[in-house]
Each structure stands twice: as C-alpha cells, then as structure tokens.
C-alpha cells in the first residue's frame, strides 16, 4: 500500500519487519522481491509520486572537490539526484551491462581494486534482475545480439579492444511501473514523505528506530528486525555520518571508512570519428529494439546497441581502469561537427581515407565513460548547514587524479589505435574541444545536441571531466572492516541490524554503468534477508 | 606494367600512402562516386626505383603524383607538419614503408600495421598512422613545389 507521513500523528511508532530506507532502483526491487515472502515491510520515501522543489532541496550541498560538470554546463549536487518515488530512475537512460570478471579481481596497483565476492557469484542475480529493469535477459554475447537485432556488431576488435552490448531499457521509472503493484500489496507499505534523519541506537551495534520527519514537522519512528540504507551513493553515507547517538563519528564508522572513497564514472566528452567503410559499418552502433519474449514484461520492446571497450586482459596486463565509448550515430548536424578554421578536420580525414563525397552519416560523435582509481581521500562528508529537516547538508570532496586523466586518454587512444587497424576509419580525440551548441535542435521528432570541434582548446592536462550521475563505494564490500563498511552480504561490518543497498556498495566501481548492477544486488540482499529473517 | 582493377582499389583504399606509392605505379583517379576509371598502363610512369631502400642514404626517387590530389589531404599534410615539425622531403620518403618496394605493395595493409603496433601519431587530435600522416606530409611538401 502506499501512504502519506503527512498523515501520521506526530510521535507515530511503527514497526515492520523490515524497514527499507528509499524507494528508487535498489529500495522497490527489495520491496518487490520481499513481497509475499511473509515478511512485513516498511518502505520511507523521501518524496511523494512525483518530483517537489522542497524535497528535491534536501538532496542539495556543497562540492568543494572537482567540479560537477556535463558538457559545457555545471551540475549541482541536488540535480544528480530524484527524491521521489522510483528514485534516481526517474531521470535513468536506462543503459544495462554486467559489470566484467576484472572488476571483482585485484589489479596489483591499483588501490583497493576488486570485490569480496565475484563476478560468478553475481550472474544468477543478473539474471534475475533482467525481470526488474525490463530487459531480454542476462546474455550480452555479441553473437547472441547480433542474431537478436540482425545488426553486425562493428568489426573492430584485437587483444586490447572488443565491442560489447548494451540492452536499453526506456523509459523504465520503477515508481510508475511498480506503483500499481506496491498499491496493491498488504505486506509492504510505502510511506511517502518520510525523510529519514537519524538512525538511532543505544551502543552502535544496533539501530533501534529509524526516527523520520516530514517537512511539515511531524516526527514519527520505525522499529524493525532489519533495516535497510537504499538512498543513494551520496545519501546512504550522509545518514551513517548523521546518526550519532553512540558516536560522533557516525554510526558504523569505527574505522572512518563511512563516505570515503566516493567514485564517479569519468564522462568524458572525447571527440569525432569517421569511418572509412561507410554508414552500413555503424548500423549495430545506433542499435534497434527487440521484443521480451517471456517473463513479467513480456511482448514489451526495448532497445540495444554496441560500444567499445578495453579488454579485461588489456586491463589486467596494464593495471589500469575501464574505458568505455559510444559511438554516437546519426545526432550530429548534417552528419558532421562545425570544425576550427586552419585544423585538421572531417573533411581532411575523409578524404584521406579516399572519400571525395563526404559521406555526412559516417561522421560519430565519441562519448566516453572510464572508470577512476580508488582514492580515501575522495569522500562524503558533513558540512555546517543544515537543510529543512535539521540534518546538516552535504558537503562533497570528489577527487580523482592526474594518473586518471592519463589512463583515460591511454584507453581512448588505444581504442583509436583499434579502429583504424580494423579498417573502420579514424577517431579525432579532443577531449576539451567539444562544445555543445547553446540550441538544441528538433530532428526526426527529437532534440539533438550540435557539436562544435575546436582542436586548439585541446589540453591533456586539464580537459574537463564530466560525471554519470553514478556514486559509488562510499560504504564498500569488503572482507576488512579496516577497508570498507559493509561485508559480501552487505550488512554493516559494525551494525548487526543494518544492510546497505545501491552502489555505495560497490567495492570498485568497473566502468559498467551502475543501475543494472544496483537491482542484481537488490535482488541478492532479498534472498539473503529471507533466510536471514524467515 | 598492368594493374587490374581490383589492384588499383586495393591500393587506393591505403589513403595518402596509396598515393606516393601509387605514384611510382601510375595514378588513381575516382570520380566522386568512388568509381575507379582510368588507371595507366604505361611503365615509362613507374619512377619508383625497385633498388632503392629506405635504410640507404641514396636519395629517394620523388614519386609524380597524381594529377588531381585533393585539396584536403594537402591541407591535413601541412597539419602534419606543424604538428611534428618535420619537413624535410627526403628524410619522410626514406621514412615511409612502401616506397622503392613493389608498386602493388597494399599501401592499407602497412597502414593498418602500423595502427596494430601503436605506431601512430596525433594530429589536431586525430589518431594517425605514422605511415599515411608521413605520407601526406610528403603530398604537401610535392604540392608546395609545384609538382602535383
């Protein structure tokens, strides 16, 4: 069912067996999958159905690290995330891929890299989150989705670069496609407008009540067997850092490792590519959409496509982190980028590849994602103010390197370095000379981006860095209480009633884009609280 | 010496580098729909000398270039040469892989090696093969000179 806290009289118990804190990817999926279990459950959602400026205001801080940034416009912390129900969905790409075997393993030299668990023991969870998030199913075999969408996947590939899928799952806002479900269900209850701001214990090693406020002022609590932190990268660590009854610290930060190593996916806005073989050779680029066959949504459409990435043998022989890129087709003006006078442009590289008419659909634009090196010192913490709820806000010191910047532009080259050994053609990299023109354009009933290419702003050292909306490790999985927060079952280390779901449990972060990985992970926690609490 | 069409494509789809090799072997002229339409068949052309190597101090024999070279890849040359500073004729022939070699040498294959071993180059941020971003290098200096 889903309720209002607004309504509640103030100084309200209630009690459940289990208390999820957030209703986005990770809190529904636990929500869902505990359903009809014989489990009561309680679900506190910050917001209501739909997006509020005043709720929306508690998610906002202050970054005194990095600067948030997508291309050519900067990002406040309130922006990257939705309080309300579904979450941080409600705005979703809807972009799906397991993250890769080298994710879970230690790469010698590269700090606190690997899981606890592995990549195996993910793959049923996988395989069952595909139910939640509105895809065909777990297999991402190029040859199976090559036959699936009747595209050739592009023919780049050595022992450094491969291409891989990505199933597109659109638009997929879990607070409208499970609301009707979770309205109906008399096991869990969704409370909307509960904003929860202390999780209260008598000696840290066990919460006793979840204490929630409206932003009306009406105080309520939760008791329960089990709770579980579903809010967020950023969020889950902001409530730890603020429940300080047994602890300034924070609770479960024995070992102050509550909030550090805050992870971005490096979004990096990389350049132009044209391709020698014409537009036929990017076809499995644009992607097409397949029909489910079987399970909850099926006879539902969503779409995949191919992208390029470093090899998980290229990334171990090198230590070094994920890069990933798209290559976009078909959203450039007229096929091409506006080029800077007296530079090497499309047309120069078309011609050099023996193209006298320019082919306008063989110009892509490159968007890149990479993966940053773990670093403690990258953390969420507390700042002075304090929001509507009395909760002091955030105050976010995001850091990666200059040997990130560097790993970024080694694997971008190395996939360029691909491209052209495959014959496909040629990739023009710029990160820092791509600009966004000011006006979207309306094409084929869609707004696209123009793009500009200015070389000459070209700087490897300092080239803007933007971010996937993607928080991650801040309460890491790890067998070491010294090294993380929670451990492979993703229960505090030091707080026995208390698990975390989201990627703020991610132990590295990988390069994948997190949701799908997120709701595997959701699905997993439920298992693991079933027999736990059944 | 005779080249078959399907030859002069394949050197042809080997870029600036199809170019100065093809340069010693005749010249391809496309149409603006691609389509190869004359190729000559005339030996007296070949000025590729087969006995000179690149490792020889012996200066290289200048290919004649085609008579229409684009405009575009003369420009991307000049690029190449901002870029690396090199512009010294003789020293990028002696550089390039192909020339003094068999004329039907696949000019795409040398490319795509030297993009398989990293050899490659950044030029206004396009990732190049050493041998076609030399290769155009040399188009220009041939244009610069009036011989093309």
Redesign the interface.
């Given at each position: 069912m889903l309720t209002d806290a607004r309504s509640l009289p103030s100084g309200t118990r209630r009690s459940a067996d289990v208390c999820v804190i957030g209703a986005g990817a990770a809190g529904i999926t636990l929500a869902m999958e505990l359903m009809g279990s014989g489990l009561s459950v309680i679900v506190l959602e910050s917001g209501g159905t739909d997006v509020e400026p005043d709720t929306q205001d508690l998610a906002a801080g202050d970054s005194v690290g990095r600067t948030l940034e997508t291309l050519d416009n900067p990002v406040r912390l309130d922006q990257t995330r939705l309080r309300y129900l579904g979450g941080t969905t409600n705005h979703w790409a809807g972009f799906c891929r397991p993250l890769s075997p080298i994710d879970f393993e230690v790469r010698e030299g590269l700090r606190r890299s690997g899981w606890p668990i592995s990549h195996d023991d993910l793959l049923p969870y996988w395989d069952r989150a595909t139910e939640w998030v509105r895809i065909t199913d777990g297999d991402f075999g190029l040859d199976t989705w090559e036959q699936r969408l009747g595209l050739a996947a592009p023919a780049i590939g050595?022992a450094r670069v491969e291409p891989f899928v990505f199933q597109l799952t659109y638009p997929t806002l879990f607070g409208l496609l499970y609301r009707s479900d979770l309205e109906a269900s008399v096991d869990v209850e969704v409370m909307l407008h509960a904003n929860v701001v202390n999780l209260a214990t008598d000696d840290g090693r066990a919460v006793t009540a979840v204490q929630a406020r409206t932003l009306e002022g009406i105080s309520f609590d939760v008791t329960a067997t089990a709770f579980v932190l579903a809010t967020g990268g950023i969020e889950n660590a902001r409530i730890l850092l603020s429940s300080t009854d047994a602890d300034d610290s924070g609770l479960g930060n024995a070992t102050d490792q509550v909030g550090r190593h805050f992870a971005e996916h490096l979004q990096v806005y990389a350049?132009f590519g044209v391709a020698e073989s014409g537009a036929e050779a990017l076809a499995g680029l644009a992607g097409d959409e397949v029909t489910i066959p079987s399970g909850r949504h099926a006879g539902n459409r969503h779409g995949a496509k191919f992208a390029l990435g470093l090899t998980d043998d290229h990334l171990r022989d090198e230590a070094t982190t994920g890069v990933e890129m798209q290559l976009l087709v078909g959203n450039l003006d007229a096929g091409r980028p506006a080029e800077e006078a007296g530079?090497?442009?499309t047309?120069?590289?078309?011609?050099?590849?023996?193209?006298?008419?320019e082919s306008p659909e063989s110009v892509v634009y490159l968007q890149a994602l990479a993966e940053q090196e773990l670093d403690p010192e990258s953390r969420v913490g507390l700042g002075r103010a304090t929001d509507a709820t009395g909760m002091r806000r955030v105050e976010l010191d995001w850091r990666y390197s200059a040997d990130d910047r560097a790993r970024v532009l080694g694997g971008l080259?190395t996939i360029?370095?691909?491209?052209?050994?495959?014959?496909w053609g040629?990739?023009?990299?710029?990160p820092g000379?791509v600009h966004a023109d000011a006006i979207d354009n309306l094409v084929q009933g869609e707004y696209i981006t123009l793009y500009s290419a200015t070389?000459s702003e070209?700087d490897l050292d300092n080239f803007p860095i933007g971010v996937g909306f993607h928080h991650m490790c801040t309460t890491r999985m790890t067998d070491d209480r010294n090294e993380g927060v929670v451990d492979p079952d993703c229960r505090m280390h030091d707080v026995d009633n208390l698990w975390v779901a989201g990627s703020s449990v991610f132990s590295t972060p990988g390069v994948a884009t997190p949701t799908y990985t997120i709701v595997a992970l959701a699905v997993r926690l439920a298992d693991h609280l079933k027999s736990v609490l059944l | 010496m005779s080249l078959t069409r399907r030859q002069t494509l394949k050197l042809?789809?080997g870029?600036?580098l199809a170019l100065i090799i093809s340069g010693g072997a005749g010249f391809i002229d496309?149409?603006?729909?691609?389509e190869v339409v004359s190729l000559p068949d005339d030996p007296t052309t070949t000025t590729t000398s087969t006995s000179t190597t690149t490792t020889t101090a012996a200066p290289v024999q200048v290919p004649s270039l085609p008579v229409a070279v684009?405009?575009?890849?003369i420009?991307?040359g000049r690029?190449v040469i901002a870029t690396t500073g090199e512009d010294d004729l003789q020293t990028l022939l002696r550089a390039l892989p192909g020339i003094g070699d068999d004329p039907l040498v696949d000019a795409?294959a040398i490319?795509?090696d030297?993009?398989?071993q990293?050899r490659?180059v950044?030029?206004?941020?396009?990732?190049?093969?050493e041998s076609?971003a030399r290769a155009?290098a040399v188009v220009a200096l041939l244009c610069e000179a009036d011989e093309c």
């Open positions: 050595n350049g530079r090497a442009g047309s120069e590289i078309s011609a050099l590849l023996g193209h006298r008419a080259r360029a370095e691909a491209a052209g050994e495959a014959g040629r990739m023009q990299l710029i000379g070389p070209i | 042809g789809s870029g600036a496309r149409r603006s729909d691609g684009d405009a575009a890849v420009a991307l690029r795409a490319v795509r030297d993009f398989a990293r490659t950044s030029v206004d941020g396009w990732v190049l093969a076609e155009a």
